[in-house]
């Protein structure tokens, strides 16, 4: 990347602007977003370690698409593994059915389907489907009548061998956005949409040298660290993250040299710093891919309690900079609210870009669906350093000690982030980040991650420079 003019102070994403370049790459179809970390995502997409954004949903979820969520290190070690496991038994290209029984109750069967952005749940006896009941089907219905009096039974099937184009054709065929798929004794293997059809022939799925869909965990840097290790390592984790939210600090360097020193046989990335020298002590010890960025997060008020941080695109340019001296890689952490973001990042220099408050507002994120007044969905967020998350991680810690840490919070306790019921899902935002992306590549006239690291040009704005590229609507 080079700078039209050389900055004279420190920068964010919104203070820089990308310069369109001569191009030979016709398509956004001809862009490679596989990354070269050594993680295996296909786009450079990773789902942040927050309790309110990472789960088993959207785990499997972002890996089908060719990304990688990393679990929270607040979830016990024992139910990660689980999580873990999980994900690794899911499919690559059928997306997991909500399921019910004919006898459920409607209220029982409205709290789970959300749990998807299909909207649909299969009704299923004996492990084959038997019926279909989307959310239309719910509608005005008594919360303790059963599913099975209210389904759809004349189902339209697919088989589990069929091809993404073929099961797109049978689908608009038949009118349907969905249908179960079977296996040959006609249990229930998935479902697929119309829309995950296409996807399948857009993405290729992150998977693992057993063609397993990849995920990976966090650790902390206290406790017993070697037994949370190999914990996951047993269960399949694919990459370890040691995080804290101040990384450049002894403890963490300790962490990570107990975590190489166990030779997981997967990346270790570890962070939270600003700074080429945080990146330099980091990989020292052992890190192979370094997390940036201390303040820019949406739930987080570090930088407003404490006056500490960097601005995010200084930071990460800086240190990616030093991670490529040492053959290292650096994720980029917090900060991105529009896919030009996400680009200016690996522009920057970042091989993936952690993605968190963006991806609480969906169906796969772990939190409950609420309604607010006027009856739009929400989810509620929050930063792992707030209240509430301090609350969760010290359950288990005697009562003075965890009432002592409470008095302590940098991140905002609870945020409503809400649902666009058309496009709720993290495969929606994928798609709306990965075709801008794409797009950014093509003018810069990059094929690959690492061209558009060399051929990016890149500006300076002011905030006005920065309102102009907005859309506005049109005047009345």
């Known amino acids: 990347m080079r700078f039209l003019e050389q900055p004279t102070h420190e920068l964010t994403y919104s203070d820089v602007f990308m310069v369109p370049s001569r191009s030979s790459v016709g398509s956004r179809m001809h862009v490679d977003l596989s990354t070269h970390d050594g993680t295996g995502t296909t786009i450079p997409l990773v789902v942040a370690n927050m309790t309110a954004v990472a789960g088993r949903r959207m785990a499997e979820t972002i890996a089908r698409r060719g990304g990688l969520a990393i679990l929270p290190q607040d979830v016990p070690a024992e139910i990660a593994a689980d999580t873990i496991r999980e994900v690794k038994a899911a499919h690559l290209t ?8 004919p006898h459920h109750t409607v209220g029982y069967t409205r709290h789970l389907i959300h749990k998807r952005a299909h909207g649909a749940a299969i009704v299923v006896a004996e492990d084959k489907p038997v019926g279909l009941i989307t959310e239309k089907d719910l509608l005005g219905a008594d919360n303790f009548t059963q599913v099975g009096a209210l389904m759809a039974t004349s189902l339209l099937t697919l088989p589990a061998n069929i ?6 054709s049978r689908l608009r065929d038949a009118s349907r956005k969905l249908a179960p798929v079977v296996d040959s004794d006609g249990c229930l293997a998935g479902i697929m949409t119309r829309t995950s059809a296409l996807r399948a022939t857009v993405y290729t799925p992150a998977v693992d040298a057993q063609g397993r869909l990849r995920v990976g965990a966090a650790i902390g840097i206290n406790g017993d660290i070697e037994q949370r290790v190999r914990v996951l390592i047993d269960a399949g984790a694919d990459v ?9 600090q002894d403890s963490m360097i300790s962490a990570v040299k107990r975590v190489r020193a166990m030779d997981p046989g997967v990346p270790i990335v570890a962070g939270n710093i600003v700074t080429a020298e945080g990146v330099r002590d980091l990989v020292e010890a052992g890190a192979d891919i370094i997390k940036v960025g201390v303040g820019p997060g949406a739930m987080c008020t570090t930088r407003m309690q404490t006056g500490v941080g960097r601005p995010q695109f200084t930071a990460v340019l800086e240190c990616a900079a030093a991670a490529k001296e040492l053959g290292a890689h650096v994720w980029a952490d ?4 529009d896919p ?5 990042a690996l522009a920057a220099g970042a091989s993936n870009v952690m993605i968190g408050s963006w991806f609480a507002g969906t169906f796969e994120s772990p939190g409950d669906l609420m309604h607010d007044a006027d009856g739009r969905m929400y989810k509620e967020s929050f930063g792992m350093a707030s209240r ?8 288990r810690t005697e009562a003075f000690e965890r009432a002592r840490r409470e008095m302590f919070e940098e991140g905002i306790s609870s945020a409503r982030i809400y649902i666009d019921p058309a496009r709720g899902g993290v495969e929606d935002q994928v798609d709306s980040i990965i075709s801008g992306v794409r797009s950014s590549f093509t003018y810069a006239g990059a094929d690959s991650i690492p061209r558009f690291h060399e051929r990016a040009v890149v500006g300076i704005q002011s905030a006005a ?4 590229g907005q859309p506005r609507s049109s005047r009345g």
């Open 94 to 101: 059928f997306d997991t059915p909500i399921t019910v029984k």
């Open 163 to 168: 091809e993404p184009q073929e099961a797109f």
């Open 465 to 468: 420079g920065y309102q102009e």
């Open 340 to 344: 030009r973001d996400v680009a200016l």
């Open 334 to 337: 917090g900060g991105v609210r």
């Open 388 to 395: 509430r998350a301090v609350e969760n991680r010290n359950q």
């Open 240 to 248: 370890l993250v040691v995080d804290t939210a101040h990384g450049h």
